[in-house]
């Protein structure tokens, strides 16, 4: 994979804008934010309101793991010194583990299509 001259960061050759000259092994984003090519001229350039949905597209996708990580902790920490809530919090989290990776498993269909539809 070639790098940019500009960043330096290897990119597919699909992220490089065409010309000779000045933009001769550029990516994309560097070609805009330097002026050597618009925003027209690279579809392979992730807008600001594409990158934040697809940022949000990912975080609905791990927020369920990141909860269920951090109930474990606190759970694991101090949640099992309380008398009543802990077998509380212990069903629910157990119930969670159970839940969590079901839910991922049958989502993934509805996460890859929205993906490939925030793709550009």
Known sequence: MPACRM???????SQFISGNGPRYQV???CGVESGLASKEETPQL???????ARFI?????VLPWFVLLVGWILYISIGRGIELWSSILF???LLSSLIVPVLHILR?????AE??????
Not at 7 to 13: I, L, S, V
Request: with cysteine; proline share 6%.
């Open 7 to 13: 960043c330096k960061q290897f990119y597919p050759e």
């Open 108 to 112: 993934s269909t509805k996460f890859s």
């Open 27 to 29: 990516c994309a984003r």
């Open 91 to 93: 069903v629910i989290l």
């Open 115 to 120: 993906l490939s539809r925030l793709t550009p």
């Open 46 to 52: 992730y807008s600001d309101e594409l990158v934040n």
């Open 57 to 61: 597209l990912y975080t609905k996708r």
